[in-house]
């Protein structure tokens, strides 16, 4: 279990930063086997260029942290595993990728933690 692992982990006095990759995604569509986000709700979480084709500038399908709903699950999922697995930072993937409200939206929700409300001193959170 990922809980247990950290939980040992911290207990040694070790902080677990996690590599966090919301920058791209492997797959895309409703029928390719690894696409995940798009079968959800197909062509919203991929960042278009002005001919409507997905962008690659990352290697493989931009994430479009531009779009509300990505920008949530990014921000929503690092409060899960700050709050839940009590993670200590995070190191992201091509940064430069997601949107600076996106980073400064996640920064602040993750600085609002407390000890006592979340179980997390979110001020230490890297």
């Known amino acids: 279990c990922i809980g247990c692992w950290l939980q040992a982990l911290n207990r040694f006095g070790l902080r677990v930063v996690l590599d966090v990759v919301y920058n791209h995604l492997h797959g895309s569509g409703p029928v390719d086997d690894n696409s995940v986000l798009d079968k959800i709700v197909p062509g919203y979480y991929l960042r278009r260029n002005a001919d409507g084709f997905i962008e ?12 509300f709903m990505v920008e949530r699950l990014i921000v929503d999922d690092l409060l899960h595993w700050a709050v839940d697995y009590k993670v200590d930072g995070f190191r992201f993937d091509l940064m430069g990728h997601i949107m600076r409200r996106t980073m400064v939206k996640a920064k602040d929700a993750l600085c609002s933690l407390t000890k006592e409300r979340d179980g997390v001193d979110g001020s230490s959170i890297y």
């Open 56 to 67: 690659h500038s990352t290697c493989v399908n931009n994430t479009a942290s531009e779009h």
